[in-house]
């Protein structure tokens, strides 16, 4: 396992991190004894490094999580989220008023809960499991944050961006009130180049990479045949045509991979294109079982 230095908090963070989402559920049937497997394989294996949140089975990946942490000796970095309150529009105009999204005693009544779930007395980085803009003109959030920050109970506080506004969060980095940014950059979603990577490493803020398989498809193992369970939150994602276009566009990839990689699988190829990128600090795709 290779390691980078985890943007200004200079941690040393696995350049592949685990994805704890699809052990909370969500992505078909699962097996809690296949996923604390996975979870033991990928530490002994050098990860360092495992995102989870809140919202992944409603809190069932930390519960996973606490139980394996409390046997490790090992150094692991773990980053939660918080959701925002039951109910507000996920992800959020660009006018939400973040008082309602995130009250300020919800954040921390939610980081406790947290933090009892994943049995620690404190969590690594504390997300947002959402962004607005206009967020970023608000003081509340910050100063709940900063003050779990003083008491010991978060080390950085990060923001896992909405999937098509990355750029949404580049406000707070220049105010200099966050450490982390979360954010989706895959060989198909290029676009965080043009504006919020290059914004992270001005300010040297760490940059971790979600969706490097692009739900999957970037692996090579889907067809036109593919079904997804009920349940799999796949199926509206390749809903429709989704599932035709994204194919075809995975064999035209193939394509390239066999003439330049020949020896490597997509799956690797998917995770050197993020890995090529050396804003990049970790990229987290989804483990639930000892063969991924």
């Not at 078909?28 to 294996?45: T, Y």
């Not at 919800?106 to 803009?133: G, M, P």
């Not at 105010?175 to 290059?198: A, H, M, T």
Request: charged share 30%; hydrophobic share 35%.
């Amino acid at each position: 396992m290779k390691y980078r230095k985890f943007g200004k908090l200079g941690w040393n963070i696995s350049e592949i991190g685990f994805g704890a989402w699809a052990i909370g559920g969500g992505w078909g049937p699962k097996d809690d004894k296949v996923s604390l497997e996975a979870l033991n394989k990928a530490i002994d294996l050098g990860i360092n490094f495992i995102d989870t949140a809140q919202g992944y089975g409603d809190g069932h990946s930390e519960e996973l999580i606490g139980k394996i942490l409390k046997e490790k000796n090992e150094e692991i970095f773990v980053a939660t989220k918080v959701p925002p309150v039951k109910g507000f529009e996920w992800p959020p105009k660009n006018n939400a008023d973040i008082n309602k999204a995130f009250p300020a005693k919800y954040i921390i009544d939610e980081l406790h809960k947290s933090l009892k779930r994943l049995q620690r007395d404190y969590v690594d980085i504390y997300q947002f499991h959402t962004w607005a803009a206009k967020f970023n003109m608000e003081d509340s959030w910050y100063e709940a944050m900063n003050k779990l920050k003083e008491e010991g109970k978060i080390r950085a506080i990060g923001v896992s961006v909405p999937d098509t506004k990355p750029d949404s969060v580049i406000g707070a980095i220049e105010k200099g009130r966050i450490d982390s940014v979360q954010l989706i950059y895959n060989i198909f979603e290029q676009y965080p180049e043009w504006n919020i990577l290059p914004v992270c490493e001005s300010h040297n803020i760490a940059v971790i990479v979600r969706v490097p398989f692009d739900e999957g498809a970037l692996t090579g193992k889907y067809n036109l045949d593919t079904k997804f369970p009920d349940g799999d939150v796949r199926q509206h994602y390749f809903r429709g045509n989704n599932l035709k276009a994204v194919v075809k566009k995975v064999e035209e990839i193939k394509k390239y991979k066999n003439e330049k990689y020949k020896n490597i699988s997509m799956a690797d190829f998917a995770l050197k294109f993020c890995l090529s990128n050396k804003i990049v600090n970790t990229v987290i795709p989804g483990i639930r079982n000892i063969s991924q």
